[in-house]
């Protein structure tokens, strides 16, 4: 990782900086809510869903590697384990799958434009691996074609259960996830996942009680 430090540059620097802060979980916080009530619910509501399991199927990579981060100056604050990346990983999530329910030619472009400067800050600013972040891409993709498939699932016992149960579900599964893991805290990011989950229980709720009649192209496993 000593070459990382040959090709730093004053001007290179901020750049990098900026293109990881668009994979910080402030962002997503920000993009989610305004997404949701300015643009449209079903896909944000998609994404909020989708970033939830990232963040935990993450931890729990995380976890079982247990790979130390590089051992070069970090211009960014960076804890926990080093492999895969958060935020290569996210990215791929969030910016893949609204390039997908664009299905633009030009959001395609500006996706992958934004994975890869996501990922490439993150070993530039020393906190991660080139592995990582290929590995953290690739998890990435692998959990975008499984959310694909499993939104064709329609478990009519579950949705039976009401979206107020099912929070509930969702969140001793999380809890009892990181009990089990409390190592994980500080990198996957409890915040990460409360916010999220508080974000997934809000759209089940407002899609339950407020919009029977909205959006009537929302997929049926999530109604």
């Known amino acids: 990782m000593d070459w990382v430090l040959a090709i730093r540059t004053p001007w290179l620097t901020p750049l990098f900086k900026g293109f990881t802060l668009l994979g910080e979980e402030y962002f997503f916080l920000l993009v989610l809510p305004l997404g949701y009530w300015l643009w449209r619910r079903d896909v944000m509501g998609r994404v909020g869903a989708i970033l939830l399991f990232t963040v935990i199927l993450n931890t729990f990579i995380k976890e079982l590697f247990a790979i130390p981060r590089p051992a070069v100056e970090h211009l960014v604050q960076a804890a926990g384990w080093s492999f895969p990346s958060g935020h290569a990983q996210t990215a791929m999530v969030l910016w893949g799958w609204l390039a997908w329910e664009i299905h633009k030619r030009w959001a395609y472009g500006l996706a992958g434009l934004l994975i890869v400067g996501i990922a490439a800050s993150r070993v530039y600013l020393g906190v991660h691996f080139p592995g990582d972040v290929i590995g953290g891409v690739l998890i990435g993709f692998l959990t975008l074609v499984?959310?694909?498939y499993l939104l064709k699932v329609k478990p009519r016992v579950w949705l039976r259960i009401g979206p107020t149960r099912q929070s509930f579900f969702y969140f001793f599964v999380i809890l009892g996830w990181f009990m089990f893991f409390p190592h994980a805290l500080p990198d996957a990011g409890?915040?990460?996942?409360?916010?999220?989950?508080?974000?997934?229980?809000?759209?089940?709720?407002?899609?339950?009680?407020?919009?029977?009649?909205a959006n009537a192209h929302w997929p049926a496993a999530f109604l």
């Open 146 to 148: 499984t959310f694909y």
């Open 190 to 213: 409890l915040k990460s996942g409360a916010a999220f989950l508080g974000f997934w229980t809000g759209v089940l709720h407002e899609r339950h009680y407020l919009m029977s009649q």
